[in-house]
């Protein structure tokens, strides 16, 4: 294992301190504990968003955290759920008197952790929602799961929902506008090559030269089949057949597009992806509104990429568009 570290159970609280040591216009650590929070908060009576998850999935979660996204972000072990006691501190660090929403994808451990966390904080005086992802329409009831895999179409509810959030709605505005981007959000991914996770040493899975794992989840789960290598132009085909059979998709419909690496594709790469999902699409009569490429959640140094899509109305348009800033993913001008 070759991998740019120094002792494997240090990883997740060095990259931590690297991530704060390069945005400390946007992050701070809160002390003894894995939670990185904006370093100048949303002023009071705003609605609080926490998300977070397993680490390795850079930059998600903390890469998130700023101005029309995320108030903090909780880290756990690398592909593990943050412990409940750290999901707390961070959402007593998000948390301007308005509520908490909370973020999280569908994996069994994080649904039970932050189920945990949320009552501890509501005990301690802190009102708090909860929405779950579930976009992947690969798999049902994978290794990691009960139904869908929550993957990068989460990007689109942190935005959305922190986008409404920075104007002032309240905690049930917010969670309804979350679960809305839910319901229409679909993604669908495929691995070149398996990634090793540091604990373990090797890699998770094995691929030959030719092959590819069509619907792979982040963590090296199965996916629905191992197959021939594709072209960019068959790959971009076999996922949107899918998602767009999930979503009902139709002719004249305005729709978002997130073309996702997993660690260890260039964008060279996932330029050629892009502008293939962006074909298809034309070829269907989908208008494509908003593409974004490059990494957004990975899976440590996995080759492959993930394709989403959300169809948009004018307010979800209007949200998904609205500026940002955080480590990430810088969108617009603040206007603080």
Sequence with gaps: MKKIINQVEAVVDEA?????????????????SRVLARAYPKPEGRVGLVSGGGSGHEPAHGGYVGYGMLDAAVAGEVFTSPTPDQIVEGIKAADRGAGVLLVVKNYTGDIMNFDIARELAESA?????????????????????????GIAGTIF????????????????????????????????????????????????????DDELEMGIGIHGEPGIARQPMLSARQLADALL???????????????????????????????ILAGEVAHWLDQAGVVLDVMWTGEFMTSLEMAGASVTLLPLDDR??????????????RQGLRHD
């Design 16 to 32: 931590l301190t690297g991530l704060v040591r390069t945005f400390p216009q946007y992050l701070i650590r809160i002390p003894q």
């Design 125 to 149: 005086g802190i009102t708090c929602a909860q929405v779950v992802v579930n976009d992947d329409v690969a798999v049902e009831d994978s290794l990691f799961t009960t139904g869908r895999r």
């Design 157 to 208: 509810v942190h935005k959305i929902a922190g986008a409404l959030a920075e104007q002032g709605a309240s905690l049930k505005e917010v969670q309804a506008v979350a679960e809305e981007v839910i319901a229409h959000v679909r993604s669908m991914g495929f691995a070149l090559t398996s990634c090793t996770v540091p604990a373990a040493g090797q890699p998770t899975f094995a691929l030959a």
């Design 241 to 271: 057949k899918r998602i767009a059979a999930d979503l009902g998709l139709h002719a004249g419909q305005h729709v978002a597009a997130l073309i996702n690496g997993l660690g260890a594709s260039p964008l060279l790469e996932l330029s």
């Design 316 to 329: 979800r348009r209007a949200l998904l568009l609205a500026a940002c800033d955080t480590p990430a993913l």
